[in-house]
Structures are given as C-alpha cells and as structure tokens.
C-alpha cells in the first residue's frame, strides 16, 4: 500500500502523532448536525483557523482544527518530491485520519464531515481526500493542490460520490501554481468529485469574501 494512504490496520507513528493538539469549537459532536476539520498552512496555528468558524453561516457545526508539530506539516516545498517530504506528509494525514475516525466514534458519518485546509494545510486536505475517496461532507481548499514535484494521475483511484469541493486560488500566488489547482480540480473530477474552482486575478496568499461566500452555499446543502 502506498505510504501516501494511511493504513487502518498499521497507524502511521510520525511526528503529528506526538502530544497533538486539537482545539474545538462550535457545537459538541452530540449536539452538532455536522462537522469540520480545519488544517493550518505553514507556520500557523489550529488556533489561528477557528477563526474561519465565525464566517460560516451554519450554527450546528463542530469545527475541530489540528495543531502540526512545530506548526509545519511538512518541510519544504509541495512541490518538492514526496520523498523529501516524508515522514511529515503521512503523518499529517494519519492526523486527518484519526480526526474522521474520532467524529465518526462519536456518531457523526463522514458524509457529514467537511475537511477545510489553508496553503500547506490545503494541500494535506486535497492529498487525504485524493487518496481516501469516499462520499464527504465537502473538501475546501484554500490556496493549496495535490502535493509532489510530479502528478502522476494513475496514483489516485476511487469515487468521491459527487462530494462537493471547492479550490480557490490567486493567478499570481507566490507558492502555489495556478496549473497545480487546476491539475487537483481534474484530479478530483475524474474521481467523481463535484468540483467549483475560482482561480483569483492578483488576490496574493489569502482567503477572500467570494470564497467564504463559496464554502457557505456548500454546506448550506450538506
């Protein structure tokens, strides 16, 4: 099995895995219609992301936001090979894991769980959906693709059963490449995902108003 999908027979043990942190927010998971797992960019906290709780209009979310060790999911560059990368991206998407498994323990199905991520936290969250395709709640990528310094299309395999995505991005985003979003939008395409990208003239690295907009119709319908 590919290092790059988490086995549920053999947990990966990486540095995430290590005292990680979880802040929560929003209803209780026994109280909550739905939830949301919310993952940082580099050099962010979980923390920092709770904020995206109070833009959304839904009020019966648990919103669950995990804390990367030393606040960098991965070293360098998604763009970089994998390999370069590792152990930092599957432990990343063990943390992921772990947080579905969690939620869905504690009566809330997947199809009810929206994975969100910002910049390197996007990638994480585009990657984890792209390797564990299942029906979500919705998957939002703000500023982020599939990670590696090759797309090897043939890697990912599966059906997403029309989960809503939404991928937003700047033309000029100084880490992330406008080809890339528009390689992850394909990807998710073809593994049957309902995918709405908006590529941004000049936003720069960050999350504007039309996103929040965006990200709001999606979980109206979930």
């Not at 936001?65 to 998604?78: D, E, G, L």
């Amino acid at each position: 099995m590919s290092l790059f999908r988490v086995d549920p027979d053999n947990p990966f043990n990486g540095p995430h895995q290590q005292n990680m942190q979880v802040v929560t927010g929003g209803l209780s998971p026994n109280d909550a219609s739905m939830a949301m797992i919310l993952t940082h960019g580099r050099g962010a906290s979980a923390q920092s992301m709770m904020l995206f709780a109070d833009e959304f209009e839904r009020d019966d979310i648990h919103y669950r936001a995990i804390q990367a060790r030393r606040h960098t999911w991965y070293p360098r560059s998604f763009l970089a090979p994998r390999e370069n990368n590792q152990p930092g991206i599957s432990s990343g998407l063990q943390a992921i894991y772990n947080q579905i498994s969690e939620l869905n323990k504690a009566g809330i199905n997947t199809d009810h769980i929206a994975l969100l991520g910002f910049s390197q936290g996007a990638c994480l969250t585009t990657e984890f959906a792209a390797r564990h395709p299942q029906r979500f709640g919705a998957i939002i990528g703000f500023s982020g693709g599939l990670i590696g310094d090759m797309i090897d299309e043939a890697a990912y395999e599966g059906d997403l059963k029309e989960t809503p995505v939404f991928l937003g991005c700047s033309n000029v985003d100084p880490h992330i490449p406008q080809k890339r979003v528009e390689d992850t939008a394909r990807i998710l395409q073809q593994l049957n995902a309902d995918v709405t990208k908006k590529i941004y003239k000049g936003m720069g690295h960050t999350v504007n108003e039309d996103e929040i907009k965006e990200v709001n119709k999606i979980l109206e319908s979930i």
